[in-house]
């Protein structure tokens, strides 16, 4: 019966372990590049190199930190696509009503991932996921629901009931003078609302 391998045999098993996975990953990375030129079509240049990161991960987080848009911006959207949903539910448009209502709560979604956590005027947090999910599970619900029953008497009910909830969160964000209303005119007049509209007209 053998005594236990040496430490010099060991060393020389490690060895050779890693001379052979080198050995295959030169041997993979030849195919992968065979591969690839044989599909490129004929005359066509390689692709060039990824350049480098000018400044490291942190770098690049505080750059995209500068250019994300503010709450400002896509709550224009918001009040876009909200608008739009009261023309398309006024005209029975329920398709047109369920894109733009789904289009509002993705973009309050998209606010609230920009700044989740607001100061109101005494400093205090405003939490605005909590706030929106209230919204969401109250008002919103009722909008969903009104546009899947195709109803426009709860919509215009439901419709108004969240613009309260909006308002309320506005002034709990300290910002009372951005009173949402119903709307006087569609906010585009490219999309026609009319759901018996034919194309081209």
């Given at each position: 019966m053998s005594g236990p391998r040496s430490g010099r045999g060991r060393l020389l098993e490690g060895l050779i372990v890693l001379?052979?996975?080198?050995?295959?990953?030169?041997?993979?990375?030849?195919?992968v590049e065979y591969a690839v030129r044989m599909r490129a079509p004929a005359g066509a240049q390689?692709?060039?190199?990824?350049?480098a990161a000018s400044g490291g991960i942190a770098t690049d987080v505080a750059r995209l930190k500068t250019v994300v848009p503010s709450q400002s911006h896509?709550?224009?959207?918001?009040?876009?696509?909200w608008s739009g949903l009261w023309f398309a539910g006024q005209q029975g448009n329920w398709p047109l009503a369920q894109f733009y209502f789904d289009e509002t709560r993705q973009h309050i979604k998209w606010t609230i991932a920009i700044r989740p956590v607001r100061k109101d005027p005494d400093g205090n947090d405003v939490n605005l996921q909590g706030i929106f999910d209230a919204v969401d599970t109250g008002a919103?619900?009722?909008v969903k629901h009104a546009i899947e029953e195709q109803d426009r008497a709860a919509l215009a009910t439901a419709y108004k009931a969240s613009l309260?909830?909006?308002y309320s969160c506005h002034k709990s964000s300290g910002k009372p003078y951005l009173r949402p209303m119903i709307p006087t005119m569609?906010?585009?007049?490219?999309?026609?609302?009319?759901?018996?509209?034919t194309w081209p007209q």
């Open positions: 001379a052979v996975l080198g050995v295959g990953a030169v041997i993979g990375g030849a195919a390689p692709a060039a190199p990824m350049p896509t709550m224009a959207d918001v009040g876009y696509h919103f619900a009722a309260d909830a909006c569609p906010p585009q007049t490219i999309i026609n609302y009319d759901p018996k509209a």
